[in-house]
């Protein structure tokens, strides 16, 4: 099962009104929140609050909680007072630090993660066309990117559920290269360098420039590749939950599924102990960087044991280890991750730019090139800085990158159908399931949700009726399935649950 | 009459002699025009989604930091 494990993506967007700068973002971002809202409560899921009991967002994997008075206020993110709802598909759109999230429900299954992170940007285009809809509303813009290019980024954070017995070190040693070199196929692209973005050129990742440490635990300043938050929502005896912020806002499907596939395979050989020290590089934060400004690929990078490298030759060591896994053999999905793993790495060695249907930044770049051929543009014109931003519009009208895969020129994997099943239907084999139906079968009596619970408001009860969900490996339709077919009403499952 | 026919028959006799080299060349050319062709279609249809003014938009692309 080595691609599978419990894992999630949460996508932070950026939010504008066109032809108005100093627009409120909080504001907007709220009403598109409200807006989804009240269209899950039109089709009979409630929108609720989220429940926010066990959150630990001062906890760190290092093995202390950092001081609450000490820390910078966007890192208490336990606070309710901002809009947020649950969706009948297990997921979370909230408002954050002045962005609208999504927060996918959790997924087994690297496709599953593709699909529900479709889903989240459909949902999303059409809470900012129904925010633009009411009455003195106006046009709302949702981006699946991260930075302004004027020094200001948000993140897509994923999330994957681990053993508590791996050591953090292990997975300090063996995931930084990894972070360092998976953006050769990861990264989004972006037109110019450095966080303001005022360098001309083009980079592998829109990320990249925006980490400054190795391991830390902030996320707003100072971002680490190695993120420590240790929050699982899950038994912490058991279960880590490893918090990535380095990623791009990918809009290729493909490398999407690459991005959470590959991931979910490198923490199975730090888990089993396959991966060592031996690809450790010398200065990390470096050379993220340098590989992000090198869309040529030939920067070697040095690692500890004098060796220098390419991100792709990097990327095949850990393509080769994770070859030798059983469930190579026998795994349908990590068969599939393996094989377009290394179709991709492959292709980036000899001819990268016939990835341009595969992958972010070979599109955008592609496309760039086409336009500063035909225009004469240098990488500082502002018609290039435009294109990088329309690139992630969620509109399907508008957004370049929904344009290219209209067109067939950006490879799609998923099914529109199975798309729009997973705006409303949660993933059948995790607790989102039971999270999602509880939504929408008995929207009237659930108060409030989190990751690992549900709470009931039941008629003629003093006290809320908490149902914790710790373990994300229960509470599937298999598990839990016959019991809410059986159960017309809350008040019937909590006899039954409590009973 | 006579002397047409086979100057034509002599041309064709000829271009049979290059045929190779040549069709492939004007074959690579050919290809290479219908690529150029494809990719001004897609810029123009890109360009009919893009903004108007990219300076005003890109300036006024403002985000507060998230995480």
Redesign the interface.
């Known amino acids: 099962m080595s691609v599978r494990r419990v894992m999630g993506i949460e996508t932070e967007y950026g939010v504008s009104h066109p032809g108005h700068p100093h627009a409120n973002p909080i504001r907007m971002s709220g009403l598109v929140v409200g807006a989804h809202a009240r269209r899950a409560e039109r089709v009979g899921g409630l929108a609720r609050r989220w429940d926010y009991d066990e959150e630990t967002p001062l906890r760190d994997a290092r093995g202390f909680d950092a001081s609450r008075a000490e820390a910078d206020p966007t890192q208490l993110t336990d606070d309710s007072s901002t809009a947020n709802v649950v969706l009948t598909n297990g997921a979370r759109l909230y408002v954050d630090h002045a962005h609208p999230e999504y927060s996918s429900p959790e997924v087994t299954r690297p496709r599953d993660a593709v699909l529900w992170d479709r889903a989240g940007m459909v949902i999303s285009a059409q809470a900012a066309r129904d925010a633009a809809g009411l009455p003195g509303g106006h046009e709302i813009v949702l981006y699946k990117n991260n930075t302004d290019g004027k020094g200001a980024s948000y993140g897509t954070h994923e999330n994957y559920l681990m053993d508590r017995r791996t050591p953090f070190s292990a997975i300090v040693a063996a995931l930084t290269p990894f972070l360092v070199t998976r953006q050769v196929f990861t990264g989004a692209g972006r037109v110019g360098r450095g966080q303001d973005g005022r360098t001309p050129g083009f980079q592998l990742s829109s990320r990249a420039d925006f980490l400054e440490v190795e391991v830390g635990l902030e996320t707003t300043l100072k971002r680490p590749i190695i993120n420590t938050r240790d929050e699982p929502h899950a038994d912490p005896a058991l279960w880590r939950r490893l918090h990535v912020i380095v990623g791009d806002a990918n809009l290729s499907e493909t490398a999407t599924l690459l991005k959470m596939g590959t991931t979910a395979a490198v923490l199975t050989l730090v888990e089993r102990g396959l991966i060592g020290e031996s690809l450790m590089v010398r200065r990390p934060v470096a050379e993220i960087h340098a590989v992000s400004h090198d869309p040529t690929l030939q920067h070697r990078i040095e690692l500890r044991g004098g060796r220098r490298l390419t991100a792709v030759q990097l990327q095949m060591e850990f393509l080769t280890a994770a070859a030798r896994l059983p469930e190579a053999g026998s795994d349908q999905a990590t068969k599939e991750i393996l094989a377009e793993w290394e179709r991709v790495l492959v292709a980036l060695e000899t001819d990268p730019l016939s990835l341009a249907e595969d992958l972010d930044w070979v599109a955008k770049y592609a496309l760039m090139q086409q336009y500063r051929r035909r225009d004469g543009l240098q990488w500082d014109s502002p018609r290039l800085h435009l294109i990088d931003l329309q690139y992630a519009d969620v509109d399907p009208g508008r957004g370049v990158a929904l344009q290219l895969e209209a067109k067939g020129r950006l490879r799609r994997l998923t099914d529109p159908s199975d798309v729009e099943r997973a705006v409303h239907t949660p993933p059948h084999d995790t607790r989102a399931w039971f999270r999602g139906e509880c939504m929408r079968r008995y929207p009237a009596e659930v108060a409030a949700a989190g990751w690992d619970s549900v709470v009931f408001d039941l008629p003629g009860r003093h006290a809320l009726q908490r149902v914790p969900t710790l373990d994300p490996l229960r509470g599937t339709r298999a598990h839990v399935g016959a019991l809410l077919d059986a159960s017309p009403s809350a008040e019937e499952l909590l006899a039954i649950l409590k009973g | 009459m006579a002397g047409k026919e086979s100057q034509e028959q002599r041309s064709q006799q000829r271009a049979g002699e290059q045929a190779p080299a040549e069709a492939e060349q004007s074959d690579l050319a050919e290809r290479k025009a219908q690529l150029d062709a494809d990719?001004?279609a897609?810029?123009d249809?890109?360009d009919d989604?893009?903004?108007e003014n990219?300076?005003e938009?890109?300036?006024?692309?403002?985000?507060?930091?998230?995480?």
Not at chain 2, 57 to 67: A, E, H, L, W
């Open positions: 990719v001004d897609l810029l249809e890109i989604v893009l903004e990219a300076e938009f890109v300036k006024g692309f403002v985000q507060k930091g998230g995480q």
